[in-house]
């Protein structure tokens, strides 16, 4: 397979650099050394392993990308940028109909959708790119599916713990209370408790010192009315190259969709582990 060219957004936050260091070295792509950045960042070089990527603040976005099409063709672009940049990066990519992976969380995720099913683009879009949390998050959409009012009556708590940089409420815990809303479950997404705070996090939720810049703790406890039941779901991930894995899967996945044309198509991470056809 020839490789897919990339283009990275997000560069220098740390998911940015993780995922450009790793691939970088996977002979499956070509990081392209043109990438994007929020404001106020400075635009120089950033090493990543060796490699120089150079990254343009936002006035210059549409500029880059534009002169990236007529200079190298098609690409994919990863983004892992901020939560405040969701919606105008993607509106962006669509308006350029260049296919695309949010790995980002937050902004308007309805919006989100609708920027690329009216448009010319197709796009990867999830709340968390690591695989086994996808697998869960697909047992647990089956199960909302299939078995409506299975926890009727149940009490929810939901805790979650990031790393301190992380602006906004995980994604993932709020796709997980809508499984459980449809499974019956009263609770509101404004309920999740999330965890920022190192020193909480170091000795009460006990993540190793190590990790307090990178992690990411879930559990959901479910309690029957009578208290005599209780159910949990626990998912603990150290470090962030885990969602490298998911990431790229999900870039050949876009690129095969795009040899069969598939355009204004929104795609899942299950989508990717399925390797569903468009």
Do not use: C
């Not at 897919?4 to 740390?14: A, D, E, H, L, R």
């Not at 109909?97 to 990867?124: K, Q, W």
């Not at 309920?191 to 990178?214: M, N, V």
């Amino acid at each position: 397979m020839e490789p897919v060219k990339v283009v990275m957004s997000g560069v220098p936050g740390k998911m940015g650099l993780i995922i450009s260091r790793h691939m970088v070295k996977d002979d499956r792509f070509i990081l392209l050394p043109q990438a994007l950045t929020g404001p106020g960042v400075p635009e120089k070089a950033v090493d990543v392993g060796g490699f120089g990527l150079l990254p343009a603040g936002p006035a210059r976005h549409r500029e880059v990308l534009s002169g990236l099409l007529e200079k190298e063709g098609e690409f994919i672009v990863v983004d892992y940028s901020h939560p405040t940049a969701v919606n105008a990066n993607a509106e962006l990519y669509a308006s350029l109909s260049i296919p695309f992976v949010m790995g980002t969380t937050g902004g308007d995720r309805a919006a989100l959708a609708r920027a690329v099913e009216n448009s010319g683009a197709s796009a990867v879009i999830a709340p968390n790119m690591a695989k086994p949390i996808v697998g869960l998050t697909a047992m647990m959409e089956y199960a909302a599916q299939n078995f409506p009012g299975l926890f009727k009556g149940y009490k929810l708590a939901v805790r979650e713990s990031h790393q301190k940089g992380k602006a906004d409420t995980s994604g993932t815990a709020r796709a997980m209370v809508s499984y459980f809303n449809a499974m019956g479950v009263d609770f509101p997404v404004e309920a999740i408790e999330s965890e920022r705070d190192p020193d909480r996090q170091r000795f009460d939720w006990k993540i190793p010192l190590d990790h307090l810049g990178g992690h990411g703790y879930h559990t959901y406890t479910l309690t029957s009315p009578d208290g005599t039941v209780t159910v949990s779901f626990t998912h603990n991930i150290l470090g962030r190259d885990v969602y490298y894995d998911g990431t790229a899967d999900a870039v050949i996945f876009l690129k095969s969709r795009l040899r069969e044309r598939a355009r204004g198509k929104v795609y899942s991470m299950t989508d990717v582990l399925r390797g569903k056809r468009a």
